[in-house]
């Protein structure tokens, strides 16, 4: 473990202080992921900024009917929301999906958005890694790369993006709330995180002088016709080899709305906007789900083998 300064921020606006003061400061919360990393010896952050007490702990309504989620809301609280299990069930399932009891409750919504991938080279420093060092290399692609992506990748990295709860954000089409030094802005949740390209160690189009502050959902919960499946190795405490995050909604026997979003198969929670686009207004009949499908099916091995070429 590595020498490092603590502080404690007053608000956000002096959170936002400190991290521009300090380019090598990280800000520290329930800090699940962050410790693992300093112990690591993978992030050397030169002081800590606990933002822990910040007044970013409220679940709110937000004019439009939607909620607006504080970044510092934990993550068992959020699941057991009275709001979010009853209007964003596909939320509360994908969170309650995730890691374990004792994480979940120390575990916050803004946290969980910057967790960095579980690539087991990204963790190892004695190997060859872009998203730890730039320029060195990509170990997986050549090596074990049984829980890499398929989708979005790069000749420079093929990790992925770790979380449940976003694979949920993404689907429900959320937004991201973030403060900087001159204003706060609002991102929407599929511009929030990136594909790898040529920059992997760039998770986010955060800046490194903003914090996120809040995630806004709409008001469009689809609480009736929902799931959120996740395949991997064992039935707790792991992370997904995949995960769909499914919604529609249904008029008749109809599709009006569908939305879809896949993790553990890409460097950021998937979206397939024309998937969606193909599902609505159709019937849910047997055949045309299957042949719907059957489309992403073939969507998805287009992608996979642009990957290999």
């Known amino acids: 473990m590595i020498n490092f300064q603590y502080t404690r921020a007053n608000d956000v606006a002096d959170a936002v202080r400190r991290i521009a003061a300090d380019p090598t400061a990280k800000f520290i919360a329930g800090g ?5 990393l300093m112990k690591q010896d993978v992030e050397r952050p030169s002081r800590l900024i606990d933002i822990s ?6 679940v709110e309504e937000t004019a439009d ?23 964003y069930p ?52 050549d090596g074990i790369n049984r829980i890499s992506a398929i989708l979005g990748t790069s000749d420079a990295c093929i990790s992925t993006h770790p979380s449940d709860m976003c694979v949920a954000l993404a689907a ?49 919960g689809f609480a009736k016709n929902y799931s959120y499946l996740k395949i991997r190795d064992r039935l707790s405490y792991a992370f997904a080899l995949v995960s769909v995050a499914a919604a529609l909604e249904l008029e008749g026997g109809t599709i009006r709305q569908a939305r879809l979003a896949l993790g553990g ?11 969606t686009t193909r599902r609505a207004a159709h019937s849910t009949s047997s055949p045309n789900i ?13 992608a996979v083998a642009g990957c290999s070429t």
């Open 32 to 36: 699940t992921n962050l410790i693992d």
């Open 65 to 87: 009917g939607g909620l607006r989620i504080g970044a510092l809301v934990p993550n068992s609280d959020l699941a057991w929301h009275p709001s979010i299990e009853q209007r």
């Open 90 to 141: 596909l939320l509360s399932s994908a969170i309650l999906a995730g890691a374990s009891q004792q994480l979940r409750n120390m575990a916050s919504t803004g946290g969980n958005l910057l967790q960095r991938t579980r690539c087991f080279y990204f963790y190892d420093t004695a190997t060859p890694c872009n998203k730890r060092k730039p320029g060195s290399g990509c170990s997986a692609i």
């Open 290 to 302: 299957s042949t719907s499908c059957c489309s992403e099916h073939s969507s998805v091995t287009r």
């Open 172 to 220: 429900l089409e959320a937004k991201v709330h973030v403060a900087g030094p001159k204003e706060e802005r609002v991102i929407a949740f599929t511009d929030f995180h990136r594909l790898p390209g040529n920059t992997p160690q760039l998770d986010t189009n955060l800046q490194p002088n903003e914090i996120v502050i809040a995630v806004e959902l709409p008001a469009q």
């Open 53 to 58: 007490r910040l007044p970013l702990k409220s």
């Open 265 to 275: 198969v890409a460097h950021e929670p998937w979206r397939d906007s024309a998937a």
